[in-house]
């Protein structure tokens, strides 16, 4: 049932608010409640395109007072609960930069994109844990976790690095967060996937970082056997300073798709290596020898350069995804893999990774928080491509992925990479150690005892 909205009360939250409160037939209403994510249609009661953390107080007490869920659209690359029936606050319009290279710290707002961080942070020689794609938002990002695939090997988690942050909670308080002050809502926070409130800016770690050794190396189809047993090679060997991943890419004719790679299967490796180039050419030299090369961008880099390394989309687009952790990526593990997923085989999965993990992953963060699952040495992720409302079409497909892979998982998940398939508590419940998700479930009681905050990955209360 769908609820309708008073207008005398939306006349109200409009006056509260400073940016536009809209409600569905209202124009600008698609705008404020569009996602990166397209797979999953939104149609909120209301939306409200904060401007500031007041707005997000005043949009949290308006859902307060009407019984309503709040779902929270900064790019909108998590989206995997429909919205219907709840007051969505968009956050895009809070992403103010600050950087302090004296204390090597960025204080960012809640929509600020990857790429816009690590740009500005470049301008004094500094760089931030970020993910594989640019457009990608920081805090999201971090409060699932923040596994980078260039720095987090050697520095951790990005959640590790997390200073403070400024939370709106279900009753509409501005909350500043640290070790000291709310404890243990400030441990949750980082890792606990937006179950807690709507975050409206942090401050986080930099780290010196202006060039590295880095990007693709893509290989056809038919040199899988000697590409993945090179892969296999390198990562057990690698050391922390370097992490490298392997994807098998079905990725079509779209003009975006460099024409080596269009209509076939490849195999696309990606080098991320904080050491000398001539090191780092060290390192790869036996991957570069493997097969001959579709297409090879590894060379030294601009940090600023990062997101050519895994190319990962930017357009939105209707994704459906799933993933796994794995204990290890032995040879037997590859084999089952290019069974399952290899040249050949019809399946409409566009992209199949495996991501490495380990390194300074597995170790304690400067502050405790919330992020599970830190002993995964590896992780399989794969991503269909298709239009709006096609998840069933996808779950057996990935589901076979899985599956093919089950002699190596470790049976969690990491929380950022939790999909549309990963909703229910038990789903949830895998992103964590038991003790872990049961402190989690004690928090979410403290502060959103209505379970306000659970367009999301919902950890509940009554749990």
Not at 11 to 33: C, H, W
Not at 347 to 372: D, S
Request: charged residues 15%; negative net charge.
């Amino acid at each position: 049932m769908t609820y309708v909205i008073d207008r005398d009360d939306l006349a109200r939250l409009s006056t509260a608010a400073a940016g536009p409160v809209v409600a569905p037939g209202d124009e600008g209403y698609l705008a404020e409640t569009a996602t990166w994510n397209t797979a999953l249609a939104q149609r909120p009661t209301v939306a409200v395109g904060a401007t500031s953390a007041a707005d997000v107080r005043a949009a949290v007490r308006f859902a307060g007072a009407n019984g309503l869920p709040v779902a929270v659209v900064a790019t909108g690359h998590g989206a995997v609960v429909a919205a219907d029936d709840a007051v969505m606050i968009n956050l895009r319009r809070l992403n103010d930069v600050k950087i302090d290279a004296q204390s090597r710290t960025a204080t960012i707002g809640a929509a600020v994109k990857a790429q816009q961080l690590i740009d500005a942070a470049a301008e004094v020689g500094l760089a931030p844990m970020a993910g594989s794609s640019p457009n990608v938002g920081v805090v999201g990002y971090i409060l699932g976790g923040g596994v980078s695939p260039t720095l987090s090997r050697t520095y951790g988690f990005a959640a590790d690095h997390v200073h403070n942050a400024d939370i709106v909670c279900s009753d509409g308080s501005l909350r500043r967060i640290d070790a000291n002050h709310d404890p243990d809502l400030f441990w949750a926070v980082p890792g606990g996937a937006g179950n807690f409130g709507v975050v409206t800016s942090l401050t986080m770690d930099l780290v010196p970082m202006t060039d590295l050794y880095g990007g693709g190396l893509y290989f056809a189809g038919e040199h899988v056997e000697q590409v993945v047993d090179a892969y296999c090679r390198l990562a057990a060997a690698a050391p922390q300073e370097l992490t490298v991943s392997m994807a098998f890419l079905r990725l079509g004719s779209a003009p975006s798709v460099p024409e080596p790679l269009r209509d076939r299967f490849s195999v696309h490796v990606r080098i991320a290596y904080l050491g000398s180039a001539d090191d780092g050419q060290r390192l790869v030299a036996d991957l570069r020898a493997a097969a001959p090369c579709l297409i090879d961008t590894v060379a030294e880099m601009p940090y600023t350069a990062i997101a050519s390394i895994h190319a990962d989309p930017v357009e939105p687009t209707p994704t459906y995804e799933m993933s796994a952790l794995l204990q290890d990526f032995p040879a037997q593990a590859a084999q089952a893999l290019i069974a399952a997923a290899g040249p050949g085989l019809d399946t409409p999965v566009g992209i199949i990774e495996i991501r490495q993990f380990g390194g300074a992953l597995a170790g304690e963060p400067r502050v405790p928080n919330a992020v599970g699952n830190r002993d995964a040495a590896f992780q399989l992720s794969a991503a269909g491509f298709g239009a709006p409302g096609m998840a069933e079409k996808f779950r057996a497909p990935l589901a076979a992925l899985t599956q093919a892979m089950a002699p190596w998982t470790t049976g969690g998940k990491q929380a950022n990479f939790l999909t549309g398939y990963d909703t229910t508590i038990e789903e949830v419940a895998r992103a964590y150690e038991p003790d872990t998700f049961q402190r989690l479930v004690e928090v979410k009681r403290a502060v959103d005892p209505p379970n306000m905050f659970r367009i999301n990955h919902s950890i509940a209360p009554g749990q």
